[in-house]
T-cell receptor, first 114, second 120 residues
């Protein structure tokens, strides 16, 4: 079974621009979660989608948004980029994201904001 | 609020030594799940082990073993006979804080990670 895939793997943007990251979950998985990883804050939960609906959201500003398509693929968007948005963005998938399930992560997208 | 603490920031061991990574957690949930992930330089988080809060049986899987103690809220992870390929950042994570009423959506709360360097 193919793992979680994320595109693009690397991205360079400038302040004020917007960016869209994509995540394809493991086949059959319906839940997709997004995490941001920075040296200062570590790994932080952004949001989670299940059946095209956002079920849970972390403590991030409204500039961070996402969506999920009927095939469970997910995108996250960051508008009006700030220098502090430079991070590794990780996507994780699970069947239904019940607590007992393991979340499997993709390779991440490294975003650099200049 | 949930919290995971990994007090060890960096550890260096010589190949073939055993190494234990410490993890202490805080949660108000009565049912929760604990995980260890490994992050090599490539960046991908690789799942290693999972433990349910209601099962304190400690297990060994190959060179990996873990010690889960609810009384001290600790979930330590041991690698025996370490190898150079074990060099990575290891994260302890707690699953919980999901929507109440069993609606699912459990987010992972991670510790800051422990960087393990295995020296040949």
């Amino acid at each position: 079974k193919a793992g979680v895939t994320q595109t693009p793997r690397y991205l360079i943007k400038t302040r004020g621009q917007q960016v869209t990251l994509s995540c394809s979950p493991i086949s059959g998985h319906r839940s997709v979660s997004w995490y941001q990883q920075t040296p200062g804050q570590g790994l932080q939960f952004l949001f989670e989608y299940f059946s095209e609906t956002q079920r849970n959201k972390g403590n991030f500003p409204g500039r961070f948004s996402g969506r999920q398509f009927s095939n469970s693929r997910s995108e996250m968007n960051v508008s009006t980029l700030e220098l502090g948005d430079s991070a590794l963005y990780l996507c994780a998938s699970s069947l239904q994201n019940q607590g007992r399930e393991t979340q499997y992560f993709g390779p991440g997208t490294r975003l650099l904001v200049l | 609020a949930q919290k995971v603490t990994q007090a060890q920031t960096e550890i260096s061991v010589v190949e073939k030594e055993d190494v234990t990574l410490d993890c202490v957690y805080e949660t108000r949930d009565t049912t929760y799940y604990l995980f260890w992930y490994k992050q090599p330089p490539s960046g991908e988080l690789v799942f290693l082990i999972r433990r349910n809060s209601f099962d304190e049986q400690n297990e060994i899987s190959g060179r990996y073993s873990w010690n889960f103690q609810k009384s001290t809220s600790s979930f330590n992870f041991t690698i025996t006979a370490s190898q150079v390929v074990d060099s990575a950042v290891y994260f302890c994570a707690l699953s919980g804080g999901g929507l109440r009423g069993g609606a699912g959506s459990y987010q992972l709360t991670f510790g800051k990670g422990t960087k393990l360097s295995v020296i040949p």
